[in-house]
C-alpha cells in the first residue's frame, strides 16, 4: 500500500521497548498535525504472551480510553479511519527482544576478533562473547559457551588475505560442531557471516554451508594494517531484519498491520538525529537510553573539513532495566553513589537494582528512590558515551588505515570525532529522560554524564516518541516535522561550562545575556559552581560569555565568544564545576552539600532531600 | 499502564516437559528410543580431542627443521607415554646425544619441516552428557543426544545460579516467611534439594556447600552475598555455568520476599521425591528461568496450577515489588482511571491496596505490583 500524506487524517504509531510499549496518536488539525495523546503497556515478547502485538494491543487500547476514541477492531487496528473510528496510518519501530545480541569469532582474540567486534558493535549489536582460537578456551568449552548463549548471529572472520586457512576453517568447524540454536523462534538456520580470509571461504562454506544460513562477505581485516568493516557490518543489518526480527515472537503479524516496514528503534532514532544535525547546522549528540542498551549518536564536523560524520553506537547492557545490574558491575557502586545527596545502605541498594533487573518495569514511588535511579541513569550514559568515544573515530563506512603500531595497541583505533567544545547541542530521548517528573532533572543528568564545554543547547524528547517519528518521516515527512518541533523536542536551554581548574570561589567567567528587544543582564560566577540563569521559553537571547585567564570557552584561554541560543523551559545551567578534569569533592560530607547546592540552584526537587 | 507487571513464572503440580541432552560435540547415543532414564542415567558420551602440547625439535636438538624428521624415536601417528623418548640427535661429533623425551601421555600428531616443531595430542577426555530428569526417552539425535520426556511438577524460578543438580526435596524452615539460617541444615540434607523459606544468607550457603547440599530454593538473597558467592559482581544476567558447589534458585526475588504461598505449597506437597533443578537462568528476550522439575512416580499427578497475572481489577491479590512496601501482599480495593502524582511528582496510573497483614491501605503505581495467585 502506497501513503497518500495528503488523504493522512490521523496516524498511530508504536515503539516496541524492550520493556514498554508505547503508542502515539497524531491527528490533523486546523494547526496541522499534533500530537493529541499517548499510551503505554508492558512489552509482551517473553512468556506468558510471547507476542509483541499483545502490548501494542494493551497500549492502543490506553491511547483509546485516554482519547475517547475507538481505534481497536477486536484483536487488529482499525485502519482507515472511517468517522471518529480508527487511523489512517498505523506504523512501529521496535528493540523489543534487547536488540541483536551476537557472537563474534577471530582468529586472535587482540586481533581479528577485535576488529570482529569492532564491526557487530558498529552494526547496533550486543556482543555477547568474542571467541578466538587463542581465547584460553578449550574446544569443547567454546561450544558450550556458543550453546549456552544462543545468539542471534554469529559472526566469523579471521586471518589475514592469503594468509593462515587451515585454522579458520577448524574455527568453522567448532561453530559447526557447537549447532547453536536460535534465540527466537524455533526451526530455522542461525544467520553465520563469514568475514575473514578470501582464501578459506571455500571450506568455510562447505563446513558451514549445510548447516547455517551462511553470507560470505569481504574479509574485514584484509591485511594486518587494514580494516574493512562495511561490508560485514551491513550484511549483520540486512540478516537483522530477515532473520532475526521476523522470528521474534508476534512480529510476523505485526508486520501485516502497517504499510511501512518495521524500523529498529536505534535507526528510526538516527534519522531524527540526522534532519536535526541539518536543520541547524551544529554538531548534535542524541541519546536514547533504555532498558536494555542505551544508544547514542552523534554528527560531528571532521576535522579541518566541512564534511559531515553521523556515527551511532549501541552499548550492549547499559540500560535502566534490564542491563541495570550491569551498570552497577561496570561503573561500580560508588560511582553511582557520588551523585546521591544521602547516604545509602548498600546492600539495600543491591537488591533494588537486581530486583528492578528481575522485574523491569517497575517506577520509583518516593524521591530517594528516583534520585537514586537518576543517578544510575548519569552512570549508564556516561558509559556509553565512553564507548561512543572510542568507536566514533576515523570516516564512517570507508576503510579505515590502521598502522601496523597500532595492531599492538587495539583498544584504541585513532582519534575520536567526539569534540565536546563544537557540540552544539545535546538530545535525550527514553524513558528515564523524557519521563523525569522535572525538566531540570533531564538536563542536569546530561550534563553531569556527558560533561558538554563552551556552550552548548540540550533538549528532550517530550515524551519519548523520537523512534515513531523517525519511522513517521520515512513516508509523512510533514507531519513528522511538525510534531517534532511542537510536540516532540523540548528546548530545556544551555549550558555554560567553562574548560579549566581553579579554586572553589575563584572568579571563572562573566555572563551576558542578552533577550530579543530587552537590557543585557550581565553574572558574574565563581569556579565550583552551578547556577540557573533564567531564559524565555520561546525565542532566542544571544549569550556573551568572557572567561577568566586560564579558563577556555572555546575561543582560547580568557578569550570571551558569543553565541545566540533558544529559549528553554530550564534556562542557562552556569557550570564553573571544572571540566578536565571534572571532580565531585571527596569528602562525603562536602560532596552532599555541593549535590544538595547545585539541586537547589537548578530547582530539581520539590522539597530537599 | 493498565496492566501488571507478570514475570510468567510457571509454577504447576502437572506438565510435560521435554528435556534436550546434547553432546557439546559428535559422539555416541547410549539410550534408545522409549528407554526410561534416571536423572544421573548417561545418555550419551563422545571424547573429546585432547590436548595439544608444542616440542620445538630443532632447539631442542639444536638441528635444522628441515630434518627433525629424521630425529624421531617413534613415528607421527603413534602414542608415547610421559617420559618416553621422543627424538634423538647425535652432538657434537658424534660424542654426546641430544634427546627429547615427551611432556605427556598422547600421539604424535605432526612434525613440522618449516618450523620444527612437534605436536603432540594428550590422551582425548571423556565427555558424558546425563538424563537430568528421570522419564522416557522420547527422540534420538543421531551422535548428538537425546530427547528425554517426562511428567511431573515445575517450578519456575526468577533467578538462579549454579548447574543441573538432582536430589530429594527436603523442607528447612517451618514456614514460607521464615528465613533459613545456617542451623538449619543438618548432615541429613547431603545430596538433598533443600527448600527454605523467605531469605537465606551467604553464611547458609557456606554451609550448604560444606555439607554436599545439592540445591537451595529460597524467596531472596541479598545481592551482596551474591556478590560474594560468585566472586564478583553480577552484570548481564545470564548464569548457569557457575561452578559455586550447589545450585541456588531463587523464587522471588533479591532481599527478604516471603516464597509465594502456591510454591511453598507445591514444593511441600513435593517434599520427599526427587527434584532435577537448573539454576541457569537468562534475563532477556528468549528468558531462560532456573526451574525445578519433580516427575510424577508412576502416573501420580495432582491438579494444575498455571500463573495468573494480566489485567487487574478490584479483588486482585497482589504483590508490591518496588519501595516503600516491597514484598507486602494485598488485595486491590480501587483503581482509579485517572493519573495520580506519586511523591516524585511523576503523574501515573495508580491502584489502592489493601495489605493482607494489618489492613493498611497504600496508593501504589499499578506497574509496581505483580498478580499473584491467592
Redesign the interface.
Known sequence: MTVVPENIRSILATDCGSTTTKAVLIERTADGYRLVTRGEAPTTVEAPFEDVTRGVLNAVKEVEELRGRRLLDGDRILSPQQGEDGVDLYLSTSSAGGGLQMMVSGLVLQMTGESAQRAALGAGAIVMDVIALNDGRRPHEKIRRMRQLRPDLILLSGGTDGGDVRRVTEMAEIIAAADPRARLGAGYELPVIYAGNKDAAPMVQDCLGPVTALSVVPNLRPTLERENLKPARDAIHDLFMEHVMAHAPGYKKLMTWSPVPIMPTPGAVGLIIEKVAKRDRMAVVGVDIGGATTDIFSVFRVQGTEETVFNRTVSANLGMSYSVSNVMAEAGIENILRWVPFPVDEVELRNRIKNKMIRPTTIPQTLDDLVIEQAICREALRLSFEQHKALAVGLKGKQTARDISDTFEQSGSGATLVDLMDLGLLVGSGGVLSHAPRRAQSMLMMIDAFLPEGVTELAVDSIFMTPQLGVLSTVHELAATQVFERDCLIMLGACVAPVGSGRPGQPCVRIEVTPEGAAAVARDVPFGELVRLDLPEQGRVTLTVTPERGFDMGAGKGKPVSRTIRGGVVGIAVDTRGRRPFALPEDPATRIARLRQWNQALGLYAREI | ???A????L?VTADTVVRRER?L???GQVLAEHGQSVEPDTVVARAE??G?VQTVNLAAKLGMDPARVGESLASPVGSFVRQGELLATAKGLFGLFKNQVESPADGTIETVSTVTGQLLLRERPMP?EVNAYVRGQVAEVMNG?GVVVESRGALIQG??GVGGETFGRIVSATPRADVPLEPEHLTPEHRGAVVVGGSHTTHAAVQRARELGVAALVVGGF???D??ELLG???????T??EDIGLTLVLTE???RIAMASRTWDLLHACAGRVASVSG?T??????MRPELFVPHTSGASGPASE?G?GSLETGSIVRV????W?GRIGRVVELP?ELRP?????L?RVLVVEFADDGERAT??R??V?RIAG
Not at chain 2, 507487571?5 to 510468567?8: A, D, K, L, M, R
Not at chain 2, 537468562?282 to 528468558?287: K, L, Y
Not at chain 2, 515489588?321 to 516503600?324: A, G
Open positions: 499502564m493498565g496492566h507487571y507478570t514475570p510468567g510457571r546434547r557439546p560435540l559428535k573429546l580431542p590436548n565427555v548428538e526468577i533467578f541479598d545481592d551482596r551474591l556478590r564478583r559482581d553480577l552484570g548481564v544476567a545470564i548457569g555455568q526475588g533479591f532481599g541457569a537468562q534475563i532477556r528476550a528468549g528468558v500463573e497475572g515489588i518496588r519501595q516503600p516491597f482511571h506519586l511523591d516524585t511528582e511523576a501515573v501504589v503505581p506497574a509496581n505483580e
